[in-house]
C-alpha cells in the first residue's frame, strides 16, 4: 500500500495560506491532526460532505488550518453547534475537535449529553492535560500529582478518566491512544468515522510548553517517553490488580456498539409523529 507523505496530506487538506500552524514545538496536535487527515484520505471521503467543529483552546484552532467547512464556536460548545449541523443535514459527517478542559471542564454537560443521545459525531479529543492556551491551569483530566498553575504542588482532586465516561454515557466507539501510538490511532480514527452514532478517539498529547516544563519534562520525547511509563495496553490492564493501576492510564478501545444513531431515532420519532396525527401521505 502506497503511504501518502506528510507533504502530500499537507498540500492536499491544508490552507495553505493559514500556515504555519499556531502550534508549540513539540505539540502532540499535528500529530493527531495527520491522523485524522490520513484516515479520511485512506477512505475516500469528500472533503466537501465533512465539517469540522470546535470550540476554544489550542487544538480548537484546527478548522481555521483544514480545507474544509468548519466552525470554531465558543468555550465548551462544540458538540451543541454539532447537533445543529447534523440535525439540519444528516448527510454531512461531522467531527468535533477538543481539547480536554473543552469537553470535560465548561463542556461537560454538553459532552455527556451528546453521547446520551447518541449525536452521530466523531470527536477527536485532545487530552494534555492541562489549559495549554490560557496559562497552563490543570485540566479536569490532570493525573494526581500532576502540576499547573492552579495546582503548583500538585494536583490533588480526582480526574475524569474521559474514556470511561464516553463508555458509562453509551459511546458506539471509544478508543484512546497517545500520540505515539500512530496506526492505531489512524486506524481507530477509520473506525469512528465509518461509525454510526457517537465515535470517541482521545489522544494524549505532549504539551512541552504549558504542562512539560511545569513537570520536569521540556521536550516532547521526554513527554513521549513518560507515555510510554504511564500507558497500560487495555489486554493487559484487565489482568492488573487496582493497586498496580493508580497513576496509569490504559489504552486501547473501550467500546465498539451499533446502537442507532440520534439522526436514525429523530426520524423514527418524525415518522410516529405524522402518524399519530393523522398526516401520513
Given at each position: 500500500m502506497y503511504l501518502k507523505s506528510a507533504y502530500e496530506i499537507r498540500d492536499k487538506y491544508l490552507r495553505k495560506d493559514m500556515l504555519p500552524t499556531i502550534f508549540?514545538?513539540?505539540?502532540?496536535?499535528?500529530s493527531a491532526l495527520q491522523y485524522t487527515l490520513r484516515a479520511i484520505d485512506d477512505l475516500g471521503l469528500n472533503p466537501d460532505e465533512i465539517v469540522w467543529v470546535s470550540g476554544i483552546g489550542c487544538s480548537s484552532r484546527v478548522p481555521g488550518f483544514v480545507n474544509f467547512?468548519?466552525?470554531?464556536?465558543?468555550?465548551?460548545?462544540?458538540l451543541a453547534f454539532a447537533t445543529g449541523i447534523k440535525l439540519a443535514n444528516p448527510d454531512l459527517k461531522i467531527i468535533a475537535f477538543m481539547g480536554d478542559g473543552d469537553a470535560a471542564a465548561i463542556g461537560g454537560n454538553h459532552f455527556i449529553h451528546a453521547i446520551r443521545r447518541n449525536l452521530d459525531v466523531t470527536v477527536i479529543l485532545i487530552n494534555n492535560f492541562t489549559y495549554g492556551m490560557t496559562g497552563g491551569q490543570v485540566a479536569p483530566t490532570a493525573l494526581k500529582g500532576l502540576r499547573g498553575t492552579t495546582a503548583p504542588?500538585?494536583?490533588?482532586?480526582?480526574?475524569?478518566?474521559?474514556?470511561?465516561?464516553?463508555?458509562?454515557?453509551?459511546?458506539?466507539?471509544?478508543a484512546r491512544w497517545s500520540v505515539f501510538?500512530?496506526?492505531?490511532?489512524?486506524?481507530?480514527?477509520?473506525?469512528?468515522?465509518?461509525k454510526e452514532g457517537f465515535s470517541l478517539v482521545e489522544f494524549l498529547s505532549p504539551c512541552p510548553i504549558s504542562f512539560g516544563r511545569r513537570n520536569r519534562?521540556?521536550?516532547a520525547p521526554e513527554l513521549l517517553r513518560w507515555y510510554q511509563k504511564i500507558t497500560i495496553p487495555l489486554a493487559k490492564a484487565k489482568k492488573m490488580p487496582p493497586e498496580e493501576l493508580e497513576g496509569k492510564i490504559v489504552i486501547g478501545e473501550f467500546a465498539d456498539r451499533d446502537r442507532p444513531g440520534l439522526v436514525r431515532e429523530y426520524e423514527a420519532y418524525k415518522r410516529r409523529a405524522k402518524k399519530m396525527m393523522g398526516w401520513e401521505e
Open positions: 508549540c514545538p513539540g505539540c502532540g496536535i499535528g467547512d468548519g466552525l470554531h464556536t465558543t468555550h465548551g460548545r462544540a504542588y500538585g494536583q490533588f482532586e480526582n480526574p475524569f478518566d474521559i474514556a470511561d465516561l464516553a463508555v458509562s454515557a453509551g459511546a458506539n466507539y471509544v501510538n500512530y496506526l492505531q490511532g489512524i486506524n481507530s480514527i477509520k473506525k469512528a468515522l465509518n519534562m521540556k521536550t
